[in-house]
T-cell receptor, first 116, second 111 residues
Framework: NAGVMQNPRHLVRRRGQEARLRCSPM?????VYWYRQLPEEGLKFMVY????????ESGMPKERFSAEFPKEGPSILRIQQVVRGDSAAYFC??????????????FGQGTRLTVV | EDKVVQSPLSLVVHEGDTVTLNCSYE??????LLWYKQEKKAPTFLFML????IEKKSGRLSSILDKKELFSILNITATQTGDSAVYLC???????????FGDGTTLTVKP
């Protein structure tokens, strides 16, 4: 678990500002997943990325949200013009999955976003 | 759309009790069922189940998968206050390469 690094751990933004969440996967992992967890709810899938590619963004709202995983550097989840409903914990997970092979994803500690 | 349902949503027991947490799933291209424990921070991995009928054990925790009936159970024997947490299960869709999580079972173990 300690290997997946997310920052910041806590982020406070005013309505209308941009929030930028970072995730550095475990060493050797090239697959990154972002999940959102609202209070009293489970983890909801948002987006699945490999280096420089978005594989599946079916869980991500069409507007204001975007994600990237560049060749160099961490994966970024960006939320533009935040609203109160965006307040949640955002978790990143990584895995070394190769096609046809699966291991459990390792989660970061999460970023708790509060929109005031 | 893949779906995972956990029950009960919450459970309160006393130390020493045995609990059974349920997870049913409808996941296309199903590959694995995963259990995680979450204590106000990142989920920590407990079990990955891929085959029916084979029980996995780790100390007082055990889990089994039924791929015919599409469910899994997580058992915790001789519960302790440290077992208090949200227990999440997830079904992994191998074609999509992602997991769908249930809403979790909140377990509270009272001394």
């Amino acid at each position: 678990n300690a290997g997946v690094m997310q920052n910041p751990r806590h982020l406070v933004r005013r309505r209308g500002q941009e929030a930028r969440l970072r995730c550095s996967p475990m060493k050797g992992h090239s697959h990154v997943y972002w999940y959102r967890q609202l209070p009293e709810e489970g983890l909801k899938f948002m987006v699945y990325l490999q280096k420089e590619n978005i594989i599946d963004e079916s869980g991500m709202p069409k507007e204001r949200f975007s994600a990237e995983f560049p060749k160099e550097g961490p994966s970024i989840l960006r939320i533009q013009q935040v609203v109160r409903g965006d307040s949640a914990a955002y978790f990143c997970a990584s895995s070394p999955r190769d096609p046809g092979t699966f291991t459990e994803a390792f989660f970061g500690q999460g970023t708790r976003l509060t929109v005031v | 759309e893949d779906k995972v349902v956990q029950s009960p949503l919450s459970l309160v027991v006393h130390e020493g009790d045995t609990v059974t947490l349920n997870c049913s799933y409808e996941v296309t291209n199903f590959r694995s069922l995963l259990w995680y424990k979450q204590e106000k921070k990142a989920p920590t991995f407990l079990f990955m189940l891929t085959s029916s009928g084979i029980e996995k054990k780790s100390g007082r925790l055990s889990s089994i998968l039924d791929k015919k009936e599409l469910f899994s159970i997580l058992n915790i024997t001789a519960t302790q206050t440290g077992d208090s947490a949200v227990y999440l299960c997830a079904g992994y869709n191998t074609n999509a390469g992602k997991s769908t999580f249930g809403d979790g079972t909140t377990l509270t173990v009272k001394p």
